[in-house]
């Protein structure tokens, strides 16, 4: 019995003393050394542990974008990277990406033809002139100042008396 007591006076005056330890000068202290805990082994397999799964699962969450989204063509499709894309994919890409290039390569060139008839004392020495010309008519397109002027599919301008019968017709109007 007198030993019982002396073990609980002990495990208590070490509580004590922890205690009085972290309180005075939080200097590390180790926790005093408790019993070990039992290791005991269970002959379950790992792959049967791994394979828990909650007893209700919706299969709306295994599905890929792909198989939700149909297939679109263009902007509207899902956006993939270079290594995704299959060769036809790579292909229309960089086709769209020439074809861009050309048209904006067209319409300064159409730019500078235009530019040249309203300026034609410009010339070719200029180039600052010139960017900055072609600057200020794309910038009163934007704003809706110059129009494009409709092609008359009948150029049927053989004489000028039907010239001007058409320029007339179009007063007219």
């Given amino acids: 019995e007198e030993d019982k007591v002396k073990n609980e006076m002990k495990a208590l005056f070490a509580n004590l003393c922890s205690q009085l330890d972290a309180l005075s000068n939080y200097h590390f202290a ?9 290791i005991r082994t269970v002959a379950t397999p790992a792959i049967a542990m791994e394979e828990a799964l909650p007893l209700h699962v919706s299969d709306a969450r295994g599905v890929a974008p792909e198989e939700v989204y149909a297939a679109k063509q263009g902007r509207g499709s899902i956006i993939r990277g270079e290594s995704e894309m299959d060769q036809t994919e790579r292909k229309r890409l960089r086709n769209a990406k020439k074809g861009a290039r050309r048209k904006a390569r067209k ?67």
Avoid: C, H, W
């Fill in 30 to 38: 180790p926790r005093p050394v408790a019993d070990e805990a039992e």
């Fill in 107 to 173: 319409a300064k060139l159409a730019d500078e033809k235009l530019i040249s008839k309203l300026q034609p004392g410009l010339g070719l020495n200029n180039p600052y002139e010139k960017r900055k010309l072609r600057e200020e008519l794309q910038m009163a397109r934007a704003s809706g100042k110059v129009t494009e002027g409709e092609i008359d599919a009948n150029k049927d301008y053989t004489t000028s008396t039907k010239f001007f019968q058409r320029m007339q017709e179009n007063v007219a109007k």
